[in-house]
């Protein structure tokens, strides 16, 4: 696997490897990779021929300065987890080479942006937009693999994409969880045993809620429900549940053919995601 830190010599490695030559395969992380970043690796190899990785701890995303300053930093093992994957580049550049003044442009999705986790984290999806704007032009992929995980995030970027006329064909990947059913985080390495236990409160949140609702229950008698079931348990703060459409985050008040449930809260100090598909 190579590696690069610079922007114009990985322009001129990937340029020999583009069409008709062969497809190249994109997945964009924050680092700390665990099994659902090595998924999204081992799919765009057997989709692509060449597939590139970045690790970029992207600043502008973040609102809260604490969550940057201790996001995990593991790249020794992150290198040996994309190598046994079959990953071919590792982009890891440093902020100077990727922000180079300190003013930013600006992106405004509308509602998309403002609600759920646009609600209680202002200016993320900016931020979001920006690197994944620069990454996409960087890197000038041919499809480009997210994780369902952050599926707000995922229809941020589908619309990026779309209005800003990116030739890239963007997939998104089923969120892999641990064998009791936590969602796979970067994150989850904060937590202490005890708080990785109460974790589970989020998905089974997401599980009872399913189940309540497809059996005709209102979504505001079983929002109640799970946010009394949450405040009963130590360090556990909800944030929101929401029902949504699928396609554009429109809440919803039954279920219909195209709903997700998603989940947000935190466990002592790490906020946690997570959601669940219910029809699409």
Same mark, same amino acid.
């Given at each position: ?10 322009? =001129? ?8 030559? *062969? ?7 924050? &680092?700390?990779?665990?099994? &659902? ?10 989709? @692509?021929?060449y ?19 201790k996001?995990?930093?593991?790249? $020794? ?8 994957? *079959? @990953? $071919?580049?590792?982009? @890891? ?9 300190q ?19 202002? *200016?993320?999806f ?6 994944? +704007? ?6 000038? #992929?041919?499809?480009?693999?997210? &994780?369902?995980? $952050? ?6 970027? +589908?619309?990026?994409?779309a !209005? ?15 064998? $009791?059913g ?7 390495a904060?937590?202490? =045993?005890?708080?990785?236990?109460? =974790?589970?409160?989020?998905?089974q +949140?997401?599980?009872q ?20 079931? @949450?405040?009963?348990? #130590?360090?556990?703060?909800?944030e929101?549940?929401?029902? =949504? !459409?699928?396609?554009?985050l +429109?809440?919803l ?14 466990? *002592? ?5 997570d ?6």
């Amino acid at each position: 696997m190579k590696i690069f830190k610079e922007i114009e010599p990985l322009r =001129a490695f990937l340029k020999q490897f583009r069409q008709p030559a *062969g497809l190249i395969g994109f997945v964009p992380t924050m &680092g700390a990779l665990h099994a &659902g970043h090595r998924a999204l690796i081992e799919t765009s190899v057997k989709e @692509c021929n060449y597939t590139v990785c970045s690790i970029y701890v992207n600043p502008t995303q973040f609102n809260n300065p604490v969550d940057l300053a201790k996001y995990p930093n593991t790249l $020794d093992t992150d290198i040996e987890l994309l190598e046994k994957a *079959g @990953c $071919d580049v590792l982009f @890891c550049p440093p902020h100077s080479e990727m922000y180079l003044h300190q003013d930013h442009i600006r992106f405004d999705f509308g509602l998309l942006d403002k609600i759920l986790e646009g609600e209680f984290r202002p *200016g993320h999806f900016s931020g979001v937009a920006l690197v994944v +704007s620069k990454l996409l032009n960087i890197v000038q #992929p041919d499809k480009a693999y997210f &994780g369902q995980k $952050d599926f707000q995030q995922y229809l941020i970027v +589908s619309k990026l994409v779309a !209005d800003l006329n990116f030739n890239v064909e963007l997939i998104r990947m089923p969120i892999v969880r641990e064998p $009791d059913g936590l969602a796979m985080s970067s994150r989850n390495a904060r937590l202490t =045993a005890e708080q990785r236990k109460t =974790a589970l409160v989020f998905y089974q +949140s997401l599980q009872q809620a399913k189940t309540r609702l497809q059996s005709g229950a209102d979504f505001e008698v079983v929002k109640a429900e799970i946010k009394s079931i @949450c405040e009963s348990k #130590p360090e556990i703060t909800l944030e929101y549940l929401a029902l =949504a !459409d699928t396609t554009n985050l +429109s809440p919803l008040k039954n279920v219909t053919t195209q709903s997700v449930l998603l989940i947000a809260g935190y466990v *002592g100090e790490v906020r946690l995601i997570d959601n669940l598909i219910i029809a699409e």
